[in-house]
Nanobody
Framework: QVKLVESGGGLVQPGGSLRLSCVAS????????MSWYRQAPGKERELVATISSDGRSTIYADSLRGRFTISRDNAKSAVYLQMNSLKPEDTAVYYC?????????WGQGTQVIVSS
């Protein structure tokens, strides 16, 4: 079955960096686009970034472009989110998402807290 496992979250000071990872299994990873979403306390889940199956195309939320970078390693069935210049408003649970036909799969999420 499809499984998405995120890691790499934690507590970081404003201005710091984190790299999130999502390791996938149960499907042919290299055939599908992957996305990162986030959900802050009391807010709706929102798209952070999407990367095409071959990694050549990326889409970012306008407010995050330039600070966040999505990438993937198809040999490792992994997608990454490099987050730089973190701000307190980036505090959220970050989720890896796969859309497989009519089905949507989410990982369990990894918590990112940006605080001094």
């Amino acid at each position: 079955q499809v499984k998405l496992v995120e890691s790499g979250g934690g507590l970081v000071q404003p201005g710091g960096s984190l790299r999130l990872s999502c390791v996938a299994s149960g499907f042919t990873f290299s055939r599908f686009a992957m996305s990162w979403y986030r959900q802050a306390p009391g807010k709706e889940r929102e798209l952070v970034a999407t990367i095409s199956s071959d990694g050549r195309s990326t889409i970012y939320a306008d407010s995050l472009r330039g600070r966040f970078t999505i990438s993937r390693d198809n040999a490792k069935s992994a997608v990454y989110l490099q987050m730089n210049s973190l701000k307190p408003e980036d505090t959220a649970v970050y989720y890896c998402k796969l859309k497989l036909g009519l089905l949507t799969y989410w990982g369990q999420g990894t918590q990112v807290i940006v605080s001094s």
